[in-house]
């Protein structure tokens, strides 16, 4: 589809609505199942975190980007709010849409709210097999300063998390 599919057709809205989350949730379980084989406990952990999300959204902090071609949700990111700093979350673009730098754009809308809102810092938490990703990551500055061992995806995988500072 990607070489049908311009950008400019893709549609980023800041605004949740109902069946947002769930079917973000669900993106996430059948995406990361199908191409990292992680279990249900990714896809419950996404879950979890999409509901905190949800209990203190405040636009003015927070953010949203959810993409859209012909109403069907394509891409997703969120910026949280971590107090002194912005966790960069759940960040995911179909795969019938990746090549059309869908990817890029979320990440320079992420950054440019980041700065608006006056953030100072940024982070981000993903695994090693994600490296598409680490490469936007990277690119928009983000350096790697931690990683550990875990299974809490449903398999072993090494997390990373990548931190952002602005000056």
Request: charged fraction near 25%; aromatic fraction near 14%; charge should be neutral.
């Amino acid at each position: 589809m990607k070489d049908e599919v311009e950008l400019a057709e893709i549609k980023i809205r800041t605004d949740l609505r109902p069946g947002d989350i769930g079917y973000v949730i669900h993106m996430h379980g059948k995406l990361y199942g199908h191409e990292y084989g992680y279990g249900i406990q990714f896809e419950n952990y996404v879950a979890e975190g999409l509901s905190e999300f949800y209990r203190q959204y405040d636009p003015q902090t927070s953010r949203v980007w959810i993409c859209e071609h012909d109403g069907t949700i394509v891409g997703f990111l969120l910026l949280m709010n971590r107090g002194d700093s912005a966790q960069l979350r759940y960040f995911l673009v179909d795969p019938a849409f990746r090549g059309v730098g869908l990817g890029s754009k979320l990440i320079n809308l992420y950054i440019h709210f980041l700065k608006d809102c006056g953030y100072k810092k940024s982070y981000l938490w993903t695994t090693h097999e994600l490296t598409a990703a680490a490469f936007l990551y990277k690119r928009a500055g983000f350096r790697l300063t931690q990683e550990k061992d875990s299974v809490a995806f449903g398999k072993p995988v090494r997390e990373q998390r990548y931190d952002l500072i602005l000056s």
